[in-house]
């Protein structure tokens, strides 16, 4: 079984710049998450859909990151414009049922995209 | 809020040592708990799952306890080894519907041969 796949692995921009993030998730997952990990700290959630819709998004500063999940398949995250404090780890996470509390809470994490903003 | 806090924030052990770590957390109206670990540079790999209805669940050498009244959970590593150098995550869904899940900041594990 194929995992949850995320492009670029690293990214640096300049402050004010934008940036997109991809994430593939596991084929039949209804459920997709992103997390920013900042160093030294655990994930915390930005948005979570399921299938194509937003379940959560309170999280999710909203003047710079936007999410879509198009066909309920893929899911792109974009910042715009970036700043330095958005330099982290942007994960992405999916499951097969469509609330984790349902599934039993089993995600799985893709790799992740390192951003760097100078 | 709920609020998950992970101690010791690192810790060095020679091989072959048991050891414990640590996972607390504030609101005891949880769906389950989990136990991540994460290579540096990589994505976050599930240990164990333990529903709120249980006690403990185990996975080779791996043992996680939950005492949900208490709001704590133990990750109990036997015979330790360099491979399980990494950061071990604490992670809770909160019992509502539609929730995800409310990490802890990680211990960091170091084994040394």
């Known amino acids: 079984e194929a995992g949850v796949a995320q492009s670029p692995r690293y990214k640096i921009i300049e402050k004010r710049q934008s940036v997109a993030f991809w994430c593939n998730p596991i084929?039949?997952?209804?459920?997709l998450y992103w997390y920013q990990q900042i160093l030294g700290q655990g994930p915390k959630l930005l948005i979570q859909f399921q299938n194509n819709g937003v379940v959560d998004d309170s999280q999710l500063p909203k003047d710079r990151f936007s999410a879509e999940r198009l066909k309920g398949v893929d899911s792109t995250l974009k910042i715009q414009p970036a700043k330095l404090e958005d330099s982290a780890v942007y994960l992405c996470?999916?499951?097969?049922?469509?609330?984790?509390?349902?599934?039993?809470?089993?995600?799985?994490f893709g790799s992740g995209t390192q951003l760097s903003v100078l | 809020k709920q609020e998950v806090t992970q101690i010791p924030a690192a810790l060095s052990v020679p091989e072959g040592e048991n050891l414990v770590l640590n996972c607390s957390f504030t609101d005891s109206a949880i769906y389950n708990l989990q136990w991540f670990r994460q290579d540096p540079g990589k994505g976050l790999t599930s240990l164990l799952l333990?529903?709120?209805?249980?006690r403990e669940q185990t996975s080779g050498r791996l043992n996680a306890s939950l005492d949900k009244s208490s709001g704590r959970s133990t990750l109990y590593i036997a015979a330790s080894q360099p491979g399980d150098s990494a950061t071990y995550l604490c992670?809770?869904?909160?019992?509502?519907?539609?929730?995800?899940?409310?990490f802890g900041k990680g211990t960091t594990l170091s084994v040394s041969s």
């Open positions: 333990i529903q709120s209805s249980q």
């Open positions: 992670a809770v869904t909160n019992n509502q519907a539609g929730t995800a899940l409310i």
């Open positions: 084929s039949g997952h209804a459920t």
């Open positions: 996470a999916s499951s097969h049922y469509g609330s984790p509390v349902r599934a039993g809470g089993k995600l799985f």
